[in-house]
């Protein structure tokens, strides 16, 4: 990757969460690079860290009980856990913003929507409150929602216009990174092909880099060029689209892939990965993903394999490979 | 909106009837005879009292006392005369009704400002100390009863150190230690409300996507949690002002305040009914009439409500 164009590099990022039964450690030793323009898939089951890392990177994570241990994020080149809190919120929905999974809760309910998106807009920028108002009517034109509905509140929308709105928002004071934690999964099939259609022309209309948060492998294949696969607080794997849908060399991800139903097979059964995330309080001491994959050996027990790059650009983290 | 205002307003009319009926049956039924009360003291003879019975019409059946009394009052707005003091009713009402709304306003304006900043600073640092502190005196606040508390209050600051008067309404001077003391224990309530209603409302996702706008953490709290956390505390706020439109009896009495409280009881006791009556009238009007406002600027709080007013 070529080191000009980086723009986020997380180097051994580290977050815990102290609870009463004990340290939930959520990420650890997460490293993660991405440069301009990417689009990059962050796939794993729930509880495997995604939504925590993001938020890691937003410096959003309620502390207590949330507690980064160590590690560094590299926005643009500088580092986001050695900004003032004034700085970062200088960077949060100017520079980096986010897309909360649920559109309908993530709404104020008692704002207009475009009050919402003005908002945002008059942080950011020197402006009126009437510029900033007009601004939020052309960025909800943008979105395809007509600008006179928006005196309207959140409970008059539809769910999709509601996720639609959301988008507007984050994408108002055009971020270099825009982070969206599960966009389409409160969504019905239909909206979520219609809003992932739009968020795909805006993303290349503004040039921002995406971090797409999801489990569906649909979504990865559709819209993200880098994927990378989390696992009890891990990435396990890593490398561009094809290296991942071609070539997956770690179990977990072969065992995500076995189990999308063939529409195929005669038989009409689902293939699981057998077992459960493991308890995020008590995590194995070598591979995570040790007592559930299918592969594993001696070494797997005590050692934590180490990232081990296979090809150009392609990462594994295990031991057989 | 608009229509709805006026709705409820004219749905006051059979609330009031049927108020009136209820406090007129009541005091009916009481045993007790107002005249032989008035001059038992001068010790008056069985023809005076009899006398002055028919005079009062004591002795006209149920149903021509309460069409009277209800004729009376939608004709000429008289709700009769004070058997005591021989003053129009309404003029009673007049001299104690104002002092009480005055008591009333004063000491919940006292407790929403005490007890909202108190709820929204523990609320945003939960089980901190100061949550901790404050929500044990907001615990003392409730429990402590409110006779008790304005003797203590008059003990220090009346007899200790002499800065406020402890009886009587004349001035603001006077309405300081009532108003702490009926505030106090309202701002406890009101201040546990805020804190539970907020602690709701900050875990919501749309206080998340407020402060990854990179919106300050003063204006999340107070724009855009607080406003969602209203409707929980403008019920409590309404409940408190409208049961105060009754009167603070026990703290009317111990500060010798001439609010509607006192003057009910003394009306109550002496069988005065038409006294009984307009007051109870006027604290049921005053009573709908918080409920109504209280109704109204739920629509302001909540956009989602506004829609059901119609």
Same mark, same amino acid.
């Given at each position: 990757?070529?080191?000009?164009?980086?723009?986020?590099?997380?180097?051994?990022?580290?977050?815990?969460?102290?609870?009463?039964?004990?340290?939930?450690?959520?990420?650890?030793?997460?490293?993660?690079?991405?440069?301009?323009?990417?689009?990059?898939?962050?796939?794993?089951?729930?509880?495997?860290?995604?939504?925590?890392?993001?938020?890691?990177?937003?410096?959003?994570?309620?502390?207590?009980?949330?507690?980064?241990?160590?590690?560094?994020?590299?926005?643009?080149?500088?580092?986001?856990?050695?900004?003032?809190?004034?700085?970062?919120?200088?960077?949060?929905?100017?520079?980096?913003?986010?897309?909360?999974?649920?559109?309908?809760?993530?709404?104020?309910?008692?704002?207009?929507?475009?009050?919402?998106?003005?908002?945002?807009?008059?942080?950011?920028?020197?402006?009126?409150?009437?510029?900033?108002?007009?601004?939020?009517?052309?960025?909800?034109?943008?979105?395809?929602?007509?600008? %006179?509905?928006?005196?309207?509140? =959140?409970?008059? +929308?539809?769910? $999709?216009? #509601?996720?639609?709105?959301?988008?507007? *928002? &984050?994408?108002?004071?055009?971020?270099?990174?825009?982070?969206?934690?599960?966009?389409?999964?409160?969504?019905?099939?239909?909206?979520?092909?219609?809003?992932?259609?739009?968020?795909?022309?805006?993303?290349?209309?503004?040039?921002?880099?995406?971090?797409?948060?999801?489990?569906?492998?649909?979504?990865?294949?559709?819209?993200?060029?880098?994927?990378?696969?989390?696992?009890?607080?891990?990435?396990?794997?890593?490398?561009?689209?094809?290296?991942?849908?071609?070539?997956?060399?770690?179990?977990?991800?072969?065992?995500?892939?076995?189990?999308?139903?063939?529409?195929?097979?005669?038989?009409?059964?689902?293939?699981?990965? %057998?077992?459960?995330?493991?308890? =995020?309080?008590? +995590?194995?001491? $070598?591979? #995570?993903?040790?007592?559930?994959?299918? *592969? &594993?050996?001696?070494?797997?027990?005590?050692?934590?394999?180490?990232?081990?790059?296979?090809?150009?650009?392609?990462?594994?983290?295990?031991?057989?490979? | 909106?608009?229509?709805?205002?006026?709705?409820?307003?004219?749905?006051?009319?059979?609330?009031?009837?049927?108020?009136?009926?209820?406090?007129?049956?009541?005091?009916?039924?009481?045993?007790?005879?107002?005249?032989?009360?008035?001059?038992?003291?001068?010790?008056?003879?069985?023809?005076?009292?009899?006398?002055?019975?028919?005079?009062?019409?004591?002795?006209?059946?149920?149903?021509?006392?309460?069409?009277?009394?209800?004729?009376?009052?939608?004709?000429?707005?008289?709700?009769?005369?004070?058997?005591?003091?021989?003053?129009?009713?309404?003029?009673?009402?007049?001299?104690?009704?104002?002092?009480?709304?005055?008591?009333?306003?004063?000491?919940?304006?006292?407790?929403?400002?005490?007890?909202?900043?108190?709820?929204?600073?523990?609320?945003?640092?939960?089980?901190?100390?100061?949550?901790?502190?404050?929500?044990?005196?907001?615990?003392?606040?409730?429990?402590?009863?409110?006779?008790?508390?304005?003797?203590?209050?008059?003990?220090?600051?009346?007899?200790?150190?002499?800065?406020?008067?402890?009886?009587?309404?004349?001035?603001?001077?006077?309405?300081?230690?009532?108003?702490?003391?009926?505030?106090?224990?309202?701002?406890?309530?009101?201040?546990?409300?805020?804190?539970?209603?907020?602690?709701?409302?900050?875990?919501?996702?749309?206080?998340?996507?407020?402060?990854?706008?990179?919106?300050?953490?003063?204006?999340?709290?107070?724009?855009?949690?607080?406003?969602?956390?209203?409707?929980?505390?403008?019920?409590?706020?309404?409940?408190?002002?409208?049961?105060?439109?009754?009167?603070?009896?026990?703290?009317?009495?111990?500060?010798?305040?001439?609010?509607?409280?006192?003057?009910?009881?003394?009306?109550?006791?002496?069988?005065?009914?038409?006294?009984?009556?307009?007051?109870?009238?006027?604290?049921?009007?005053?009573?709908?009439?918080?409920?109504?406002?209280?109704?109204?600027?739920?629509?302001?709080?909540?956009?989602?409500?506004?829609?059901?007013?119609?």
């Amino acid at each position: 990757m070529e080191q000009k164009n980086l723009l986020l590099k997380i180097k051994d990022l580290t977050i815990n969460y102290n609870t009463y039964d004990g340290i939930v450690k959520a990420v650890e030793g997460l490293n993660l690079s991405m440069s301009n323009g990417q689009t990059l898939g962050l796939v794993g089951e729930t509880g495997a860290g995604k939504t925590t890392t993001v938020k890691g990177i937003m410096r959003l994570l309620p502390d207590p009980p949330a507690k980064i241990v160590r590690g560094e994020i590299y926005f643009d080149g500088e580092n986001l856990l050695k900004k003032s809190k004034k700085e970062m919120r200088s960077i949060r929905g100017k520079q980096i913003s986010m897309i909360f999974q649920d559109p309908m809760t993530s709404l104020n309910p008692v704002m207009t929507v475009g009050d919402q998106i003005a908002e945002t807009i008059r942080l950011h920028n020197d402006i009126s409150k009437k510029q900033s108002f007009e601004e939020a009517c052309t960025m909800l034109e943008q979105v395809g929602i007509k600008g %006179e509905r928006a005196g309207d509140y =959140p409970h008059q +929308l539809s769910g $999709g216009m #509601k996720q639609r709105v959301v988008i507007a *928002m &984050a994408l108002a004071c055009n971020p270099k990174l825009l982070i969206a934690d599960e966009p389409t999964t409160a969504l019905d099939v239909t909206i979520q092909a219609q809003v992932l259609e739009m968020m795909k022309k805006l993303i290349a209309q503004y040039n921002t880099s995406v971090i797409m948060i999801t489990h569906d492998l649909g979504i990865v294949a559709e819209t993200c060029d880098y994927i990378a696969i989390m696992y009890a607080g891990e990435i396990v794997e890593y490398g561009t689209k094809q290296h991942i849908f071609l070539n997956a060399k770690h179990p977990y991800t072969k065992g995500l892939f076995a189990c999308i139903p063939d529409i195929t097979a005669e038989d009409n059964k689902l293939t699981p990965i %057998e077992g459960l995330m493991p308890d =995020p309080t008590n +995590l194995p001491k $070598g591979c #995570k993903f040790y007592p559930r994959c299918p *592969m &594993a050996g001696k070494e797997c027990e005590n050692e934590n394999p180490a990232n081990k790059e296979i090809e150009n650009g392609h990462f594994v983290k295990c031991h057989f490979v | 909106m608009l229509k709805y205002i006026i709705r409820r307003v004219l749905m006051l009319i059979p609330v009031m009837l049927g108020v009136s009926l209820v406090v007129f049956t009541l005091m009916y039924i009481t045993p007790g005879n107002p005249a032989e009360i008035l001059l038992g003291e001068e010790g008056g003879s069985k023809e005076a009292i009899e006398l002055l019975e028919e005079e009062m019409g004591l002795n006209d059946p149920y149903i021509v006392r309460f069409g009277r009394f209800i004729w009376n009052l939608v004709s000429k707005g008289d709700l009769g005369t004070c058997y005591a003091t021989r003053q129009p009713v309404s003029q009673r009402i007049a001299q104690t009704f104002p002092n009480t709304l005055k008591l009333a306003g004063l000491s919940v304006g006292l407790a929403v400002v005490i007890g909202v900043v108190l709820g929204i600073v523990s609320a945003v640092k939960q089980y901190s100390i100061f949550d901790n502190v404050a929500m044990a005196l907001a615990m003392l606040g409730t429990s402590m009863p409110n006779f008790w508390q304005g003797l203590l209050l008059m003990i220090l600051f009346s007899i200790h150190l002499q800065w406020l008067p402890a009886s009587g309404f004349s001035s603001f001077k006077h309405m300081i230690l009532p108003a702490v003391t009926i505030g106090t224990s309202s701002a406890a309530v009101i201040a546990r409300m805020t804190r539970s209603s907020m602690l709701e409302v900050i875990r919501q996702d749309y206080i998340s996507t407020a402060r990854a706008k990179g919106q300050s953490e003063i204006v999340v709290i107070l724009r855009h949690a607080l406003k969602n956390a209203l409707i929980p505390i403008i019920t409590t706020v309404g409940i408190r002002f409208g049961v105060m439109m009754g009167g603070a009896v026990l703290t009317e009495s111990i500060f010798a305040i001439p609010g509607i409280g006192k003057m009910m009881v003394d009306a109550i006791k002496a069988r005065n009914y038409p006294v009984v009556q307009g007051g109870v009238l006027v604290i049921a009007l005053a009573f709908s009439v918080v409920n109504l406002i209280v109704d109204i600027l739920y629509a302001f709080a909540d956009p989602r409500l506004k829609s059901q007013y119609r």
